[in-house]
Nanobody
Framework: QVQLSESGGAWVQVGGSLRLSCVVS????????MAWYRQAPGMQRELVAH???????KYVDYVKGRFTISRDVAKDTLYLQMNSLKLEDTAVYYC???????????????????WGQGTQVTVSS
Protein backbone atom coordinates (compact mmCIF):
# COMPACT_ATOMS: atom_id res chain seq x y z
CA GLN A 1 0.00 0.00 0.00
CA VAL A 2 1.47 3.32 -1.08
CA GLN A 3 1.88 5.89 1.65
CA LEU A 4 2.90 9.54 1.56
CA SER A 5 4.44 11.01 4.67
CA GLU A 6 5.15 14.71 5.10
CA SER A 7 7.52 16.37 7.52
CA GLY A 8 9.13 19.74 8.08
CA GLY A 9 6.20 21.82 9.20
CA ALA A 10 6.96 24.22 12.03
CA TRP A 11 6.36 27.61 13.55
CA VAL A 12 8.36 30.35 11.81
CA GLN A 13 8.44 34.12 11.81
CA VAL A 14 7.45 36.29 8.87
CA GLY A 15 10.24 36.34 6.32
CA GLY A 16 11.60 33.00 7.43
CA SER A 17 12.11 29.78 5.51
CA LEU A 18 11.07 26.16 5.80
CA ARG A 19 11.58 23.05 3.72
CA LEU A 20 8.84 20.46 3.64
CA SER A 21 9.52 16.87 2.66
CA CYS A 22 7.23 14.09 1.50
CA VAL A 23 8.44 10.51 1.29
CA VAL A 24 6.60 7.97 -0.85
CA SER A 25 6.79 4.39 0.34
CA UNK A 26 5.08 1.02 0.02
CA UNK A 27 5.83 -1.69 -2.49
CA UNK A 28 7.05 -1.26 -6.04
CA UNK A 29 5.78 1.85 -7.72
CA UNK A 30 6.36 4.63 -10.21
CA UNK A 31 5.69 8.17 -9.18
CA UNK A 32 3.93 10.18 -11.86
CA UNK A 33 2.96 13.74 -10.98
CA MET A 34 3.24 15.19 -7.50
CA ALA A 35 2.01 18.34 -5.87
CA TRP A 36 1.74 20.33 -2.69
CA TYR A 37 -1.62 21.60 -1.50
CA ARG A 38 -2.48 23.66 1.54
CA GLN A 39 -5.55 24.28 3.63
CA ALA A 40 -5.91 27.27 5.89
CA PRO A 41 -8.48 27.30 8.71
CA GLY A 42 -11.99 27.67 7.32
CA MET A 43 -10.77 27.54 3.75
CA GLN A 44 -10.80 24.95 1.00
CA ARG A 45 -7.72 22.96 0.15
CA GLU A 46 -5.83 24.65 -2.66
CA LEU A 47 -3.05 23.68 -5.03
CA VAL A 48 0.25 25.41 -4.34
CA ALA A 49 2.77 23.78 -6.66
CA HIS A 50 2.95 20.86 -9.06
CA UNK A 51 5.77 18.86 -10.62
CA UNK A 52 5.58 16.33 -13.42
CA UNK A 53 7.56 13.16 -13.79
CA UNK A 54 9.91 14.96 -16.16
CA UNK A 55 10.44 17.76 -13.68
CA UNK A 56 8.25 20.47 -15.16
CA UNK A 57 6.95 22.72 -12.40
CA LYS A 58 4.01 25.06 -11.99
CA TYR A 59 3.08 27.38 -9.16
CA VAL A 60 0.09 29.33 -8.02
CA ASP A 61 0.77 33.03 -8.57
CA TYR A 62 1.06 34.05 -4.94
CA VAL A 63 3.98 31.70 -4.21
CA LYS A 64 5.95 32.25 -7.41
CA GLY A 65 9.46 33.41 -6.64
CA ARG A 66 9.15 32.33 -3.00
CA PHE A 67 8.42 28.59 -3.12
CA THR A 68 10.29 25.90 -5.03
CA ILE A 69 8.98 22.39 -5.59
CA SER A 70 11.47 19.66 -6.37
CA ARG A 71 11.84 15.92 -6.21
CA ASP A 72 14.61 13.44 -5.56
CA VAL A 73 13.72 10.48 -7.76
CA ALA A 74 16.27 8.18 -6.14
CA LYS A 75 14.85 8.86 -2.69
CA ASP A 76 11.18 8.92 -3.76
CA THR A 77 10.94 12.24 -1.99
CA LEU A 78 9.17 15.48 -2.82
CA TYR A 79 10.26 18.82 -1.39
CA LEU A 80 8.81 22.27 -1.00
CA GLN A 81 11.30 25.00 -0.20
CA MET A 82 9.42 27.98 1.18
CA ASN A 83 11.19 31.33 1.52
CA SER A 84 10.02 34.80 2.49
CA LEU A 85 7.10 33.31 4.35
CA LYS A 86 4.06 35.48 4.98
CA LEU A 87 1.29 35.32 7.55
CA GLU A 88 -1.09 34.12 4.87
CA ASP A 89 1.09 31.07 4.22
CA THR A 90 -0.13 29.62 7.51
CA ALA A 91 -1.89 26.35 6.71
CA VAL A 92 -1.71 22.61 6.82
CA TYR A 93 0.37 21.52 3.84
CA TYR A 94 -0.47 18.26 2.11
CA CYS A 95 1.56 16.17 -0.25
CA UNK A 96 -0.32 14.68 -3.20
CA UNK A 97 0.91 12.15 -5.67
CA UNK A 98 -0.30 10.15 -8.62
CA UNK A 99 1.44 6.81 -8.17
CA UNK A 100 1.37 3.67 -10.29
CA UNK A 101 1.91 0.43 -8.41
CA UNK A 102 3.30 -2.82 -9.74
CA UNK A 103 0.85 -5.69 -10.04
CA UNK A 104 2.93 -8.32 -11.75
CA UNK A 105 4.24 -9.49 -15.13
CA UNK A 106 6.21 -6.29 -15.49
CA UNK A 107 3.09 -4.12 -15.44
CA UNK A 108 1.98 -1.14 -13.41
CA UNK A 109 -1.52 0.16 -12.91
CA UNK A 110 -2.67 3.43 -14.48
CA UNK A 111 -2.05 5.39 -11.32
CA UNK A 112 -4.09 6.44 -8.34
CA UNK A 113 -4.10 9.59 -6.26
CA UNK A 114 -2.66 9.46 -2.78
CA TRP A 115 -2.51 12.03 0.01
CA GLY A 116 -0.27 12.51 2.98
CA GLN A 117 -1.56 13.29 6.45
CA GLY A 118 -0.49 16.94 6.35
CA THR A 119 2.07 19.03 8.17
CA GLN A 120 1.30 22.30 9.94
CA VAL A 121 3.07 25.49 8.93
CA THR A 122 2.47 28.49 11.16
CA VAL A 123 3.86 31.90 10.26
CA SER A 124 3.69 34.59 12.89
CA SER A 125 4.90 38.11 13.40
Amino acid sequence: QVQLSESGGAWVQVGGSLRLSCVVSGGIFNINTMAWYRQAPGMQRELVAHITRSGTTKYVDYVKGRFTISRDVAKDTLYLQMNSLKLEDTAVYYCNGNVSTYYGLGMFDAGYEYWGQGTQVTVSS
